[in-house]
């Protein structure tokens, strides 16, 4: 008796009292994702560190120099052509020790820049520093650094202080209050980034370049010495300087600060950063953080940290150490340095001087101690320093966003790609989307093999638990919904959630079981109980999408060769190898991307494929920050060769339903 009144609670219990876990604690561990990338990150860390140990020589230094900076160009997409500045002077502030200009120029076309440059007192020509801002959300207004620029002035350098995109006056969304959209400044810039990667560049692409025109533009005035330009900035600012100095020349003097570790250190501790700290592929054509400095070796470079930074600082020494025997091969040692100075993440005051110190040797020639000194007093309100009369440039005359950039090159892409179509078979679009995918040929996957794990019942119908183990060391847990009477077709149904996505009772996937559907769910990897628990709603699963995207990886691939995977199990399992049986394909979110790629090249494979709130272009999403938790389902450079109609083309139209709308509509 009480036997079967247990059974029968068993049979009723509602979804969340059910177990559907598939593998145990330990296998869980060792079937995670994330931890599987940062493993392949290691190798390839590893690979790199060999290689650097072996430029003993001045040539095969240069010659490593020239390889990275040209790899290093090609991975943020290259940059825009040279247009003219269209660069004034909108007000002036005399003070007691230096003149601060507002400056507006245009980096690219309606494109604007805003910036201060502090101006010592006296006759030119002057030396003069750049500075990129953190990650603050009043960037050139923040007081590290209005005190950069004041620190600068104080000692007779100029310095320039300009506002990064999605920060100050460069908000690239704002509310009809002209007020900034994000309160987040890495938000801004992680929604620029998706758009940006989906042609080919990355918010880096926007930074450095803007970095590269504010150069040009001191290079138009008579009262800077442009033979001596330095270059520093903290944190997301220390992370431009690191690139600018790496890529331009004609910066004499670098000071990196509150960035400079290893890939290492940082991916086994925080993981990957903000948006424009990730290049795409670095890690695998070998650049890591002492690449930096190493490229422009043997120019005056100061690496800048501090005791507690989350950027560690023991990196932050084996970067320095990197750099130091490449500067001494060539002959320089004393022009590379690191000063450590207690205390948490951010510019110290001992920091400052030392920064001071560093630049006033290099561009003046004159190596005397510069004292720490309080700046506070001397700090001025956005009254003072800001350059547009509403606070944000998007309120100029035609101006350009970086989404509106974007759109335009998307839109470039799009007519090139119908030209190409035209000429193209569908098996060479296959396999051009596989290559820059990273998708093998379907026919050479090898079949899924099953192993069972369990049973869990409901009312009318039972879910088995298994594993689907492919020649991936990640397995594909699953789940079947098997309908007392099952029909000869089957589904295969993939969510953002995994395998127990929409699996509740009364929701989408009982509806088919309830029609006599055997329908099985998987967590592509990444997901579920191979993920690192839910993505962030707006961003989402940014640190496992960034730490692929160093390698050169999508998470679109794997996962898709995941769904053809199940698919091909759902077609065999119990059948003749030439009588598989029809399946249906449901892809949910952006799930459904996966799903799409999986029909479009395999599209025998499927009888039909759902898709569901699955955007209808990546064309019409690069244009709007609605792109805003997408990111793990775009791909690199994706639209240079093809777009999600091509893919339903590809898939077969008469096979594809659409059940959602376009976000952007």
């Known amino acids: 008796m009480y036997k079967s009144v247990l059974i029968l609670l068993l049979l009723s219990a509602p979804i969340y009292a059910q177990d559907l876990s598939v593998l145990t604690e330990e296998q869980q561990k060792n079937a995670n994702y994330y ?59 005399r003070l007691k020790e230096y003149t601060i200009e507002n400056v507006l120029f245009e980096s690219q076309p309606n494109h604007h820049v805003t910036g201060n440059m502090y101006l010592p007192h006296g006759d030119g020509p002057f030396p003069v520093v750049l500075v990129s801002s953190g990650h603050s959300r009043t960037a050139k207004l923040a007081d590290y650094n209005q005190r950069f620029g004041i620190r600068m ?53 926007y930074r450095v370049w803007d970095a590269i025109r504010a150069i040009d533009y001191v290079h138009t005035r008579d009262d800077i010495d442009t033979n001596k330009i330095g270059y520093t900035g903290c944190s997301g600012g220390g ?113 400052l001087a030392t920064i001071g110190q560093w630049m006033q040797r290099w561009l003046q020639r004159q190596d005397t101690h510069v004292p720490i000194r309080d700046f506070d007093q001397d700090l001025q309100e956005f009254t003072v320093l800001n350059v547009t009369e509403k606070g944000q440039v998007l309120t100029l005359e035609n101006e350009r966003s970086v989404f509106d950039l974007n759109a335009e090159l998307a839109s470039h892409y799009e007519t090139q790609r119908k030209d190409q179509v035209e000429r193209e078979d569908p098996e060479q679009l296959r396999k051009a989307i596989r290559e820059v995918v990273g998708i093998r040929d379907p026919k050479t996957l090898p079949a899924p093999r099953m192993e069972e794990i369990g049973r869990v019942h409901r009312e009318e119908y039972h879910i088995d638990k298994l594993v689907l183990h492919t020649d991936s060391p990640t397995p594909l847990p699953g789940l079947t919904f098997h309908p007392k009477v099952p029909q000869d077709a089957a589904y295969v149904y993939l969510t953002d959630s995994g395998k127990t996505g929409d699996g509740e009772p009364g929701g989408p996937i009982e509806d088919l079981v309830n029609d006599g559907y055997a329908v099985v769910t998987v967590d592509l990897r990444g997901q579920g109980e191979t993920g690192n628990g839910a993505p962030d709603k707006i961003l989402g699963d940014w640190k496992l999408f960034y730490l692929s995207y160093l390698q050169g990886k999508s998470l679109v691939g794997p996962r898709t ?77 994706a639209l240079r060769v093809y777009d999600l109609p091509d893919l339903i083309r590809l898939a077969g139209e008469d096979r594809v339903t659409i059940e959602s709308t376009d976000k952007t509509e």
């Open 561 to 637: 060769e995941d769904a053809l995977a199940a698919a091909r199990f759902v077609a065999y399992y119990v059948t003749p190898v030439n009588m598989p049986r029809d399946v249906h394909l449901v892809g949910v979110g952006q799930a459904g991307i996966v799903a799409l790629h999986a029909a479009a090249m395999n599209p025998d494979l499927f009888a039909s494929v759902t898709l569901r709130d699955v955007p209808e272009s990546w064309t019409k999403l690069v244009a709007s920050p609605e792109i805003q938790g997408q990111i793990d389902s775009i791909v690199n450079g």
């Open 35 to 93: 931890a599987h990338l940062q493993a392949e990150a290691y190798k390839l860390l590893d690979a790199r560190s060999e290689k650097v140990a072996s430029l003993t020589t001045a040539e095969a230094i240069t010659e490593y120099q020239t390889a990275l900076r040209k790899q290093f160009t090609e991975a943020l997409g290259g940059f825009p052509k040279r247009t003219p500045l269209n660069a004034r002077i909108v007000k002036r502030t």
């Open 239 to 351: 992370t431009l300087t690191s690139y600018v100095m790496a890529l331009d020349p004609r910066i004499t003097s670098a000071a990196p600060a509150c960035y400079l570790t290893t890939f290492k250190r940082l991916i086994e501790s925080r993981g990957p950063q903000d948006s424009e700290q990730n290049i795409f592929g670095q890690l695998a054509f070998g650049m890591d953080h002492a690449d930096y400095v190493i490229m422009r070796a043997p120019r005056p470079t100061l690496i800048t940290s501090t005791t507690g930074d989350y950027f560690d600082i023991r990196g932050a020494w084996n970067t320095y150490r990197q750099s130091k025997r490449v500067y001494g091969v060539l002959g320089f040692p004393h022009q590379v340095d690191m000063v450590e100075v207690e205390g948490t993440h951010g510019v110290k005051p001992q920091s």
């Open 153 to 205: 002035a104080t000692l007779g350098i100029a310095s320039f202080v300009f506002d990064p995109i999605g920060q100050g006056e460069r908000s690239q969304v704002v509310t009809p209050e002209v007020e900034p959209l994000f309160s987040g400044t890495t938000t801004e810039h992680f929604l620029v980034g998706a758009s940006s990667i989906l042609v080919g560049r990355n918010t880096a692409t």
